[in-house]
């Protein structure tokens, strides 16, 4: 059974993830309204992986005998002044993303719930990968500046996520 405590800060962590997919939807968008392809394929890969983590702690509450609260999420910014822009957002919100992981660590290590302690080591695993993924992205931008062809090559680099 879950704590009270947990329960609240786990459904706290769905919304957190709900957002993301959100965010990374809109992001999704403005690079298709913006004829980048490769960018908008990331993001939706990004938002349906956010998706999938908000799932892990709704199906982990249920497990628990906790109950599921859904909270209406923020609307997302639509627009970013450049990709770079955008993928720093991207990048800023997951280190957002795993300062909320260590608060649920701390939570489950305070009231001694080591089974929700084990499951949120996946998801601290998962965000060296998320935060990692979005700077090399920032990283790429910054060296190939305003330069059209470079956006274009890591446009088309970005559209090979998920072919494998």
Do not use: C
């Not at 209406?72 to 957002?89: D, G, N, R, T």
């Not at 489950?108 to 998320?130: C, G, P």
């Amino acid at each position: 059974m879950l704590e009270k405590k947990m329960e609240k800060e786990l459904n706290k962590q769905i919304n957190e993830e709900l957002f993301s997919a959100y965010l990374y939807q809109a992001m999704a968008a403005h690079f298709d309204n913006n004829n980048l392809p490769g960018f908008a394929k990331w993001m939706e890969i990004q938002a349906a992986e956010e998706v999938h983590h908000a799932k892990k702690f709704y199906h982990y509450i249920l497990e628990k005998g906790g109950k599921v609260e859904l909270e209406a999420i923020q609307k997302p910014p639509m627009e970013w002044e450049s990709p770079l822009e955008a993928l720093k957002a991207a990048y800023k919100h997951e280190v957002h993303i795993t300062q909320r992981i260590y608060t649920l660590l701390e939570t489950a290590r305070e009231l001694k719930d080591y089974s929700t302690e084990v499951m949120l080591h996946w998801f601290i695993n998962e965000q060296v990968e998320e935060e990692a993924s979005a700077d090399q992205i920032v990283q790429m931008l910054k060296r190939v500046g305003g330069e059209k062809n470079g956006l274009m090559m890591v446009d088309r680099e970005m559209a090979k996520r998920g072919s494998k």
